[in-house]
């Protein structure tokens, strides 16, 4: 007997955007106007800020390369990106029109995903997917956990540093959505990582629900298609790519359809009862 989704919504919402308003966000047969475009060098991080209503394009302009991207709302970043809710409300690989949810008491979309040409990927024979929410960022503490050794080389430790121009700081750095990355569940439950399968000009788009500031890490591992950690551990460098980010504004006519998400309208208190 088959199962089914555990998180499923009433009717129609906020979980199924309008796919024809979202769909021409995402379209490249409409006009943009780009406003803002730059390349993160291999193993490195940077943070930018996107306004409302414009398209943040990741791309991998000389082949495969994983991205660690964390958001938040850029004028309160208590709210921020939800990873493991997004992965219960939609998957744990996510593609065009998914969003990317935020914190409690939040919980609204900060960005929906308006294009992705790995979309057609599937499930390889091994049981990998792309567009990863099933773990999180590579860090120096599981690194010293897993060998004994110090090192700054990692996403968490970019986006540590990435950040820091905002005013942010590493308890700021949260969970992330690895962008490219190709993952899965082997046969004893336990997760694994192999080669991404994006190629040169591969690209991923994010609708921007809100002012955001984005972070992106070029993960060390680079396409992944080498062991980090483990007897056969090897020297990622050479499997190391840069990703090119552009920002565009969308012509005000595409956004006619478009209404903000407001957020969470509980007000239950939690059952808590206040006695002056």
Known sequence: ???????????????????????????????????????????????????????????????????????????????RFWASRTRQLHAAHVSTFDRLWSSLPYMRPLATIVADSLQDYGVDTEGGRVH????????????????????????????????????????????????????GLNEQDQYFMKASPARPGDHFELFAEMDLLMALSTCPGGDLSLDMWGEDKADTTEVCRPIDVEVFELPPVLLEGWTAPERSSYAGGHGLRYVP
């Open 1 to 79: 007997m088959s199962t089914h989704a555990a998180y499923q919504a009433t009717g129609t919402g906020p979980l199924s955007p309008d796919r024809n308003v979202y769909g021409a966000f995402g379209d490249p047969q409409h006009p943009r106007r780009l406003v803002e475009s730059f390349r993160i060098p291999v193993r490195s991080g940077k943070a930018w800020t996107v306004p409302a209503g414009h398209v943040v394009r990741l791309s991998t302009p000389e082949g495969p390369q994983v991205a660690d991207v964390n958001l938040w709302n850029l004028h309160n970043p208590r709210e």
């Open 132 to 183: 990863d929410l099933l773990g999180t960022r590579c860090d120096p503490y599981v690194n010293r956990l897993l060998t004994g050794i110090d090192a700054d080389n990692h996403c968490h430790s970019n986006l540590v540093r990435a950040v820091a121009e905002f005013g942010l700081t590493e308890l700021d750095v949260h969970d992330v959505i690895n962008v490219f990355q190709c993952t």
